[in-house]
């Protein structure tokens, strides 16, 4: 079953704006993850944050969790043409499986 | 250093011919190794996972199969390709801490 829903499906934005997307997620976590794919490749992890934590940076990324509200929101900043790309989230459990949600196409229009 | 091999990276195979893919890593043992599936424009659907050799776990029923005949080989394969195996392939290794899953390059797989 779909663990991870994101929101929006898709997104256009001009080169310099802030890009936000969110997750939704149905039970409790110990970790939520964000990937991001290109066209026609595999994933490339982007930032893990741990149930315990509620903010996470790593260059002009930023992470929010909220457990309370089961969500997560992931914020890159100033964007670029090459930021074009869909973006995951994962979900663990404590097990050995990660479930990704549905994914948001973002573009980047320069 | 670590790496996650998989191929081939595309395939075009009739209905009803068998299908085998391959993913190897390198680097570390007795990985955590994992076999997901992407329809056109959607999410990953997780087929198959493995802690060990021989040991292998099924997410949904389905045309496909795997193997883990060594530590770090973990291999998809089906009898007889359905139209609805079409799809694109990853697989993926979790490295643990804070570095999540590392994916393969994935095969697209097209049945025709």
């Known amino acids: 079953s779909q663990q991870g829903e994101e929101d929006p499906q898709a997104l256009s934005i001009q080169e310099g704006e802030n890009a936000t997307m969110n997750c939704s997620y149905k039970?409790?976590?110990?970790?939520l993850q964000w990937y991001r794919q290109n066209s026609g490749r595999g994933l490339v992890h982007l930032i893990l944050?741990?149930?315990?934590?509620r903010e996470k940076h790593s260059g002009r990324l930023r992470v929010t969790l909220d457990t309370s509200k089961k969500s997560s929101s992931l914020l890159i900043t100033a964007s670029r043409a090459a930021d074009t790309a869909s973006y995951f989230c994962a979900t663990s459990s404590g097990t050995y499986k990660y479930i990704f949600g549905t994914g948001t196409r973002l573009k980047v229009l320069a | 250093s670590q790496t996650i091999h998989q191929w081939p990276a595309t395939l075009v195979q009739p209905v009803g011919s068998p299908l085998s893919l391959e993913c190897t890593v390198e680097g570390t043992s007795n990985p955590n190794l994992y076999w997901y599936r992407q329809a056109a424009g959607r999410g990953l659907q997780l087929l198959f996972y493995?802690?060990?050799?021989?040991?292998i776990s099924s997410e949904v029923p389905q045309n496909l199969s795997a193997s883990r005949p060594q530590d770090r080989q973990f291999i998809l394969s089906s009898k007889k390709l359905l139209l609805s195996d079409s799809g694109f392939y990853l697989c993926a290794w979790p490295r643990g801490g804070n570095y999540g899953y590392t994916f393969g390059s994935g095969t697209r797989l097209t049945v025709v």
């Open positions: 039970t409790s976590i110990n970790n």
């Open positions: 944050i741990r149930s315990n934590e």
């Open positions: 493995s802690v060990g050799i021989g040991q």
